[in-house]
């Protein structure tokens, strides 16, 4: 189902990754509602193998050992904490599920997982459940090493182990039964939706059925009837024949052209050019928009994980970053989501980062470390937190005001410099030319003096930033300079003066 029931005309997302769930409750009220965030990606809930060797990465939680909800981030009192808290502020929670497979085959036997609950991943045995080896795929897997090996095969994409991952049987009425009830009890606590990982690798009518099975979102919260939002991780950057066409009428599905395309084009690779962005969104050869769950970085391919390789644009170019972040949420097209991450020391030896495993901030025995949050508004203790960073917070509320509005008022100057408005309710001005920007331009907005929401806020009625003068024409004067801390200017109905 693809919307997402967001409320009160908000609009974005944020996967607040690896976060404990006591610290999004908090966050939810003290910041995601008062500044307009629609929703937030959690991570996986449920149990998960703990791993040693490395010491507790990031992806042990892609790892299920069973479906109780004791995770890395909490058990399930404060999870349930986190949803009512969160729903009561009008703030969604979306939960990544990861049920295409359970853990590692060499993961060993014992009870090395979050709830403590035994399992045995060589006997295929996860009594919480409970699957046997029965449950799984290896049967129908074709392929020599057991894993997939060749993605030009939808067979073994679909029925192989990924990355040795004990790849379930999602064929089976039972296996579907247990998917779906675990599902459910997230929907009767209040969720909104899911981020299901790893589509491709599931048949579209294994998850038709399985997604089928699910109830309506619960009542207290939602109108009745409402279905749950689904986006689908599909990662189709072309050359494969498995396609998020295959996924369109389960649910929305990410688009990794997006971020893959956007980090190119603001870092200039390829001869790429902001100006030829006039077309962005379908005539860019993306999905239909209606289908589409856009972001410029995930919690994979920020590390080097997934695909898109170093065109990416993440927190560690803040500056690229920040104007990437800024034109996805200035652009009507997809539902868009933002990364909140933690830093972590890389390390890159040939281009790889032998680092790229290591787990939230902690306190060393793998429990994640709470999100301090500094006067400043900032995070500490290595919580990057992008989402409070004030020219992102800010286009989160620039999406809201311009909700509906048509992409209008088109400018550029045939290289890096371009500007569009949405409507008549906001505009926004980029340089990423290696010169200065100074041009008069058609906002499409009403006249007045409007306060730039990228270089400060509007406070009652003083601005900290830039002031931009709109004529009675609707036409204003703008100047950048490249040498700007972010060379960029936005300015929206909510932002007049
Ligand atoms: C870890 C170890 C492995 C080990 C395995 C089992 O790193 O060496 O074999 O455990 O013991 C994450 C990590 C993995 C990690 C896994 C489990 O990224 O490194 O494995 O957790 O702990 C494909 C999939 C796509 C997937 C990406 C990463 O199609 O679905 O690979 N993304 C999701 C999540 C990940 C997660 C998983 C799936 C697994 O977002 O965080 O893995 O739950 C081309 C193809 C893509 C392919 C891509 C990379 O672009 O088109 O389809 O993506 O290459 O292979
Ligand atoms: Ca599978």
């Known amino acids: 189902q693809h919307n997402p029931h967001t409320k009160h005309g908000r609009t974005a997302i944020v996967h607040l990754f690896e976060w404990r769930w006591a610290d999004i409750a908090a966050e939810c009220e003290r910041f995601l509602a008062p500044n307009g965030y629609a929703g937030v990606q959690i991570s996986p809930p449920n149990e998960h193998i703990t791993l040693t060797s490395p010491w507790y990465p990031w992806w042990q939680r892609y790892q299920p050992t069973g479906y109780n909800l004791c995770s890395?981030?909490?058990?399930?009192?404060?999870?349930?904490d986190m949803i009512t808290r969160c729903n009561n502020v009008g703030v969604n929670i979306y939960v990544d599920v990861v049920i295409n497979h359970m853990c590692g085959a060499g993961g060993g036997e014992g009870t090395h997982s979050s709830c403590g609950g035994w399992f045995s991943a060589s006997r295929k045995d996860f009594p919480s459940i409970p699957f046997t080896n029965m449950d799984f795929n290896d049967h129908k897997c074709r392929t020599g090493s057991g894993n997939i090996e060749n993605y030009g095969d939808p067979n073994q994409v679909r029925d192989c182990r990924l990355v040795g991952l004990l790849d379930?049987?999602?064929?089976?009425?039972?296996?579907?039964?247990k998917v779906a009830g675990f599902m459910n009890k997230l929907v009767d606590m209040g969720v909104a939706g899911f981020r299901v990982d790893a589509c491709k690798h599931m048949w579209p009518g294994d998850l038709q059925n399985t997604l089928g099975r699910l109830h309506n979102l619960n009542t207290k919260w939602f109108s009745g009837g409402s279905r749950p939002f689904i986006y689908q991780e599909v990662i189709d950057l072309g050359g494969e024949p498995i396609t998020s066409r295959e996924y369109f009428h389960l649910g929305r599905v990410t688009e990794f052209k997006y971020g893959a395309k956007l980090g190119t084009i603001f870092r200039k690779w390829n001869g790429?050019?902001?100006?030829?962005?006039?077309?962005?969104?379908?005539?860019?050869?993306?999905?239909?928009e209606g289908n589409a769950l856009v972001f410029i970085d995930n919690h994979d391919n920020q590390r080097g994980h997934g695909a898109g390789g170093a065109a990416i644009a993440t927190f560690w170019d803040?500056?690229?970053?920040?104007m990437a972040v800024a034109y996805m949420l200035a652009h009507p097209y997809g539902v868009a989501r933002v990364m909140s991450s933690f830093r972590w020391d890389r390390n890159f030896v040939n281009g790889k980062d032998q680092n790229d495993w290591i787990g939230?901030?902690?306190?060393?025995?793998?429990?994640?470390?709470?999100v301090p949050i500094n006067?400043?508004?900032?995070?500490?203790?290595?919580?990057?937190?992008?989402?409070?960073?004030?020219?992102?917070k800010n286009m989160a509320t620039f999406r809201n005001v311009v909700n509906g509005q048509p992409h209008a008022n088109w400018w550029d100057n045939q290289s890096n410099q371009v500007a569009f408005g949405r409507g008549n309710r906001g505009f926004i001005v980029f340089n990423n030319d290696d010169?200065?920007?100074?041009?008069?331009?058609?906002?499409?907005?009403?006249?007045?003096?409007?306060?730039?929401?990228?270089?400060?806020?509007?406070?009652?009625?003083?601005?900290?930033?830039?002031?931009?003068?709109?004529?009675?024409?609707?036409?204003?004067?703008?100047?950048?300079?490249?040498?700007?801390e972010d060379p960029f200017v936005a300015i929206h109905a909510d932002s007049k003066l």
């Open 360 to 370: 939230p901030p902690s306190h060393g025995n793998g429990a994640t470390k709470p």
């Open 318 to 322: 803040p500056r690229i970053h920040k």
């Open 168 to 177: 379930l049987a999602l064929e089976k009425d039972y296996v579907r039964g």
């Open 72 to 80: 890395r981030s909490g058990n399930e009192n404060e999870l349930r």
């Open 272 to 288: 790429e050019k902001l100006s030829y962005t006039k077309s962005w969104g379908e005539g860019y050869g993306f999905m239909p």
């Open 435 to 484: 010169w200065n920007l100074d041009v008069t331009l058609n906002t499409g907005m009403p006249g007045g003096t409007y306060c730039d929401v990228v270089s400060g806020n509007k406070d009652g009625g003083r601005c900290s930033g830039k002031q931009i003068q709109v004529g009675g024409d609707g036409r204003a004067h703008f100047k950048i300079s490249n040498q700007d």
């Open 375 to 392: 006067p400043d508004q900032t995070c500490g203790d290595g919580w990057v937190c992008e989402h409070r960073w004030r020219q992102i």
